[in-house]
C-alpha cells in the first residue's frame, strides 16, 4: 500500500484493484491518503481527498458523484474473533456514501458500527465527529449502535453524532450540536447539547431540490 502511493493513478488503481480486490471506477480518484478497508466500491465520478485515512472496517461505499475530502480519519473494530462486540452478531462495521453526498475536511469517523449518509447530504465543516461505539456500564462491556444521517441532509460543523442517533431525510443539525437519538421528523432544524427540534424548515428550500451535490 505504501509502495502504491508513488504510482500515477492510472497504475495505482490497478494496483488496488489487483491486490487489495477493490471497485474503482475509471472516473473516481484517490488522492494521496491510506485507504484500506476491507472492501472498497467506488462508484462514477467519486473521490477521496489527501491525508484520509480509512481502516478497521468491513466496507466503504461511494455511491456515484459523493466524496471524502481532506484529512479525515475513519475507523472502526474489525470483525472477527475477540471478546469486544462479541455478542453484536449484526454488527457492521462500514461507511456508506450515498449519490451525491459529501463528507468535507478534518472529521473523525468512528465506524465499529454501520455510518450511512444519505444521497445529497452533506457533513460539513470541520472537526465532527462520529461516535458508533460507548461502554454500558450495567453490563461492564463495550456496545455499539449505527448512526444514520438522512437525505439532502446537512450537517454543520463541529458536531458530535453518538451511536443510536438519526437525522431524518430534508434536515439540518445546527453547528456544535450533539445528536443523541434517533429523531423521525423531517424538514427540521436540530441543534443545542442535547440536540432538539429548533424550527421547521420550507420544503421549498433550494437546497432540498438539487440536482448535483456540490454547492457553488
Not at 8 to 17: D, H, I, K, N, T
Not at 138 to 143: D, G, K, L
Not at 146 to 151: F, K, L, T
Not at 190 to 211: C, M, N, T
Request: proline content about 4%; hydrophobic content about 40%; some cysteine.
Amino acid at each position: 500500500m505504501f509502495l502504491s502511493l508513488l504510482l500515477p493513478w492510472a497504475l495505482r488503481r490497478s494496483f488496488l484493484e489487483k491486490q487489495f480486490g477493490f471497485t474503482i471506477h475509471p472516473s473516481s480518484r484517490i488522492g494521496l491518503a491510506w485507504i484500506l478497508p476491507d472492501r472498497l466500491i467506488m462508484e462514477a465520478n467519486t473521490a477521496i481527498g489527501h491525508l484520509t485515512l480509512c481502516k478497521n472496517i468491513a466496507l466503504l461505499h461511494l455511491h456515484e458523484h459523493a466524496s471524502i475530502g481532506r484529512g479525515n480519519w475513519i475507523t472502526g473494530f474489525p470483525l472477527g474473533s475477540s471478546r469486544h462486540f462479541a455478542s453484536e452478531t449484526e454488527r457492521r462495521p462500514q461507511l456508506i456514501l450515498g449519490a451525491h453526498s459529501a463528507v468535507t475536511n478534518r472529521h473523525f469517523i468512528d465506524c465499529t458500527n454501520s455510518v450511512s449518509i444519505g444521497k445529497f447530504a452533506t457533513f460539513a465543516g470541520f472537526q465532527s465527529q462520529i461516535l458508533t461505539h460507548t461502554i454500558d456500564l450495567a453490563q461492564n462491556r463495550q456496545t455499539s449502535a449505527s448512526v444514520s444521517i438522512g437525505d439532502y441532509c446537512f450537517v454543520g460543523t463541529n458536531c458530535v453524532l453518538l451511536g443510536g442517533s438519526a437525522l431524518p431525510d430534508f434536515c439540518v443539525l445546527g453547528a456544535k450540536s450533539l445528536l443523541n437519538k434517533a429523531f423521525t421528523e423531517t424538514y427540521n432544524l436540530y441543534g443545542g447539547v442535547p440536540a432538539r427540534a429548533i424550527q421547521k424548515l420550507s420544503p421549498d428550500l433550494a437546497y432540498f431540490h438539487r440536482s448535483e451535490g456540490f454547492v457553488f
